[in-house]
């Protein structure tokens, strides 16, 4: 398997629920369930990684309190490194609703003061050479967005193929959060969006036609992917071909960082030299699964037939 690393926001997540409707002013909800866990794209992309036994590299910071040890311990030795950053500890509040969506309510703590020094000082470049590296919340570590092209120039000097899932924009998909990711994703080999990001990035109605459009910016042979949660996922990788997936019939628990799951899972199989399809396959099965049961689980470690096979 190539080396694999993730950078970007790890933070705690509270998820209580379902919620419906929302709460009025002044009053008490009683939730049915709780859970206190490792939460943010990066972190939710390495629980994965953890439990479906791949090795992986983290960057991330954490908070100087309670919280940021905790989230250090949940990771070991490969968060010895992060930085420690004199502010709270970032805590997302997820309410689940019973059609399956949620609501978040973030405080900005930590994340916004992952830098590149704090990337590099934790991520061994000629390591990580020949492998993916997958950059995720990039509209919530402020510090690190900005230096996001000196970030793909390290990336490109060690041969580190990029991925990127940027998450949804706190203010939107306004014209310079459009202009911005555009820019990024020029520098990228692999893309990783839901549908509606990749819709609205494009301005174009259909999931493919976006996918194509805005996978011609990217780099030559670069492979993107739309993850469309029940419908499952469709990706355009070098060939121009479509490639899709349809996602199992389950019951939904709880779809927070069910793309975080599916990341972890298609880059696992990717880096193992799978074909597209297999990619595709594999990480719609495993988000399923994890946002199908309680406690969450993912299958135990991944396994394919063969070691490698050549890629769609």
């Not at 991330?60 to 949940?74: C, I, P, S, T, Y």
Request: aromatic share 8%.
């Amino acid at each position: 398997m190539r080396p694999l690393a993730v950078i970007g926001n790890v933070n705690v997540d509270l998820i209580v629920g379902p919620v419906a409707p929302w709460p009025k002013a002044g009053t008490e909800t009683v939730v049915d369930h709780d859970e206190l866990r490792v939460g943010g794209q990066a972190g939710n992309t390495g629980l994965a990684w953890q439990a479906l036994g791949v090795d992986f590299a983290i960057a991330a910071n954490v908070g100087d309190d309670q919280f940021g040890r905790w989230l250090r311990e949940a990771f070991g030795p490969r968060a010895e490194k992060w930085t420690i950053s004199p502010e709270g500890t970032t805590l997302s509040v997820g309410m689940t609703h019973p059609d399956g969506e949620r609501t978040f309510l973030t405080t900005r703590g930590h994340l916004p003061r992952l830098g590149l020094g704090d990337v590099l000082s934790v991520l061994d470049g000629s390591a990580l050479s020949g492998g993916y590296a997958l950059l995720s919340g990039s509209f919530l570590t402020e510090d690190l967005t900005r230096e996001y092209d000196a970030l793909f120039d390290w990336a490109d000097s060690h041969d580190i193929s990029v991925a990127l899932d940027t998450g949804w924009p706190i203010d939107g998909w306004t014209e310079a959060n459009c202009a911005a990711t555009r820019a990024w994703l020029s520098r990228c080999a692999l893309a990783l969006f839901n549908e509606v990001e990749t819709v609205t990035l494009a301005g174009l109605p259909s999931p493919e036609e976006a996918a194509r459009e805005i996978r011609s910016s990217m780099k030559p042979g670069a492979t993107f992917v739309v993850k469309r949660g029940p419908r499952g996922a469709i990706a355009i990788g070098p060939n121009s071909a479509l490639v899709e997936a349809a996602a199992p019939d389950v019951r939904v628990v709880d779809t927070i960082g069910a793309g975080d799951v599916f990341n972890a899972a298609f880059l696992a199989a990717f880096a193992e030299g799978q074909k597209l399809s297999a990619c595709l396959a594999a990480a719609t099965q495993i988000a399923s699964r994890a946002i199908s049961t309680l406690p969450r689980n993912y299958g135990g470690p991944m396994q394919f037939e063969g070691s490698m096979h050549e890629r769609a």
